[in-house]
């Protein structure tokens, strides 16, 4: 099955700029679309289609993707950005069609 | 309001069963396909199964084929999950999520259900 890999923990100065990868094997030949969860709440879509942002997510956030890496990035990093967050793609081919990124901590210092 | 909430969460014991829901509102229902994810304790997002709007196409994960079974109803625009033989790998927070019609990602999250197996 499609494996996705992101590191366990990013940490970030307020102000800063946060990048989380998310791994996969020739993963720039898909689209990659990437939630945002707060600690007890549901996720929420922050960037899908590589690099595209929902109606009312503020254009700190940005993606790209290419080769075996997709990356999000959150410049100007604020406290209310502290929260887990999950790549995914949709792979035919797995057991699981859509796939879920291991997920990254991200702490804002 | 555009949202999706989820219901039927509880505590089973191992091998018994339990019926999820959720209710629609806010948006044509019948012309979405919809999903079960799932959030073990501590651990990340799992897909469960995919539902297409007209209940054509269906797919399950292998961990949970042969055990749940997801349907709908678009007249009740309600989404359901029957889930039988639970086992304490099951335990997990149950969400409802929308399919975007251009993409396959999901652009509509419930807030959750949480089922625990134990005994």
């Known amino acids: 099955s499609y494996v996705l890999t992101q590191p366990p923990s990013v940490s970030v100065a307020p102000g800063q700029t946060a990048r989380i990868t998310c791994g996969g094997n020739n993963i720039g030949s898909k689209s990659v679309h990437w939630y945002q969860q707060r600690p007890g709440q549901a996720p929420v879509l922050v960037v899908y289609d590589d690099s595209d942002r929902p109606s009312g997510i503020p254009e700190r956030f940005s993606g790209s993707n290419s080769g075996n890496t997709a990356t999000l990035t959150i410049s100007r990093v604020e406290a209310g950005d502290e929260a887990d967050y999950y790549c995914?793609?949709?792979?035919?081919?797995?057991?699981?069609?859509?796939?879920f990124g291991t997920g990254t901590k991200v702490t804002v210092l | 309001e555009v949202q999706l909430v989820e219901s039927g969460g509880g505590l089973v014991q191992p091998g018994g069963s339990l019926r999820l829901s959720c209710a629609a509102s806010?948006?044509?229902?019948?012309?979405?396909?919809m999903n079960w994810v799932r959030q073990a304790p501590g651990k990340g997002l799992e897909w469960v199964s995919y539902?297409?709007?007209?209940?054509?196409?269906?797919y399950y994960a292998d961990s949970v084929k042969g055990r749940f079974t997801i349907s709908r109803d678009n007249a009740k625009n309600s989404l359901y999950l029957q889930m039988n033989s639970l086992r304490a790998e099951d335990t997990a927070v149950y969400y409802c999520?929308?399919?975007?019609?251009?993409?396959?990602?999901?652009?509509?999250w419930g807030r959750g259900t949480l089922v625990t197996v134990s005994s």
């Open positions: 539902i297409s709007s007209s209940s054509s196409t269906i």
């Open positions: 995914q793609v949709w792979d035919s081919s797995s057991d699981h069609f859509y796939v």
């Open positions: 806010g948006f044509t229902f019948s012309t979405y396909s």
């Open positions: 999520a929308r399919v975007a019609v251009a993409g396959w990602y999901f652009d509509l």
